[in-house]
């Protein structure tokens, strides 16, 4: 049974911090995995995606790299700003069992002024 | 861009009472889905949903939920007899496909039980 886990739970920064969140996963046959931003009390904003082929997907100051043998992932935030704060979570497809998501706990980023 | 979408975004509800979800999928796409997350905790998935009927249920999906898709477009999670701890942050979402496709998600229906 996949299981996706997220370290750290919390992360607090000063303003302008390189910083990077963890993302693992127990069973390294996925189709692909996918990097949301959701923020309290609101819905969930996908930010990368990479699929299975893939080492790494860039979108500004994001950057996440998968590494799908050792079933781990990682999100690199480029000169973090207060507006990056929210809680971060990604979620991968296995190819076995039926097609969906399976989210990890999410990591809840606070960047400080 | 097409989107999911989701109604209502709010619903308060009392105890018993049944609550129907209710979602637009994007055109196109084949395979639905709900999930729920209660407030402090993690994405949980409920149900999948493809050529009309369950693909998968998880243990949360008890005989107090159902889904349907009545028409082309519409895809409704309903719960009969809501509980407390039914109140949650309920999330639809679509593909087109099952091989590598990226899943969209709605901006989810706000559920408070009271």
């Known amino acids: 049974k996949q299981e996706v886990t997220q370290i750290p739970a919390a992360l607090s920064v000063p303003e302008g911090e390189n910083l990077v969140l963890n993302c693992s996963f127990t069973d390294s046959a996925i189709y692909n995995l996918q990097w949301f931003r959701q923020d309290p009390g609101k819905g969930l904003t996908s930010l990368l995606l990479i699929q299975s082929s893939q080492r790494e997907q860039t979108s500004g100051r994001l950057n996440a790299s998968l590494d799908k043998s050792s079933g781990r992932s990682t999100l690199y935030i480029a000169a973090s700003q207060p507006g990056d704060s929210a809680t971060y979570l990604c979620?991968?497809?296995?190819?076995?069992?039926?097609?969906?998501?399976?989210f990890g706990t999410g990591t809840r980023l606070k960047v400080l002024a | 861009e097409p989107e999911v979408t989701q109604t209502p975004s709010h619903q308060v509800t009392q105890m018993g009472q049944e609550v129907i979800l209710r979602c637009v999928p994007i055109s196109n796409h084949l395979y639905f889905y709900w999930y729920r997350q209660i407030l402090g905790q993690k994405v949980e998935f409920l149900v999948s949903f493809y050529n009309n009927e369950i693909s998968e249920k998880s243990e949360i999906f008890d005989d107090q939920f159902s889904v349907e898709r009545p028409d082309g477009s519409n895809f409704t999670l309903k719960i009969r007899s809501t509980k407390l701890e039914d109140s949650a942050m309920y999330f639809c979402a679509s593909t087109v496909g099952n091989s590598g496709n990226t899943i969209y998600f709605g901006e989810g229906s706000w559920l408070t039980v009271v």
């Open positions: 979620a991968v497809v296995a190819t076995s069992g039926t097609y969906k998501y399976i």
